[in-house]
């Protein structure tokens, strides 16, 4: 039987079966890494970004039924997290800007992928 332990290595091991013996804990990186994207909107408001720098009220347009105080508090845990810079401009009134740091614009692959998955999925019926 293989021993995994909570090791930076265990949360490189990768399962393709359902061997019990696969089993990986999940440690303090995989955990951390879950957070950072919890939230109903954080995902959505990475996408937006990576399309382009977006003001405040920008943001809160394109995405509907948020709220100014969740949208507030999802762009705090993500410039938190390293994955989103926030740029305030001294003038009156104060112009605030977000962009994706060099850390969210290495997911864009991730991104693909999940959404040719997405695609192929939701275009062929269930079996």
């Keep these: 039987m293989v021993d995994h332990t909570d090791s930076p290595d265990s949360a490189q091991h990768d399962c393709d079966h359902d061997d019990a013996s696969c089993v990986v804990p999940i440690n303090d990186v995989i955990r951390g890494t879950i957070a950072s994207f919890s939230g109903k909107w954080k995902l959505e408001i990475l996408w937006l970004l ?36 926030r740029t305030l401009y001294p003038q009156v009134p104060p112009r ?32």
């Design 50 to 85: 990576g399309k382009r720098v977006h003001r405040f009220n920008e943001l809160r347009r394109a995405l509907p039924g948020i709220t100014q105080h969740v949208l507030t508090s999802q762009l705090r845990e993500l410039e938190r997290d390293g994955m989103v810079l």
């Design 96 to 127: 605030v800007e977000y962009a994706l740091t060099d850390k969210a614009r290495a997911l864009r692959p991730v991104f693909r992928e999940i959404f040719a998955w997405a695609r192929k999925t939701r275009s062929t019926p269930e079996t």
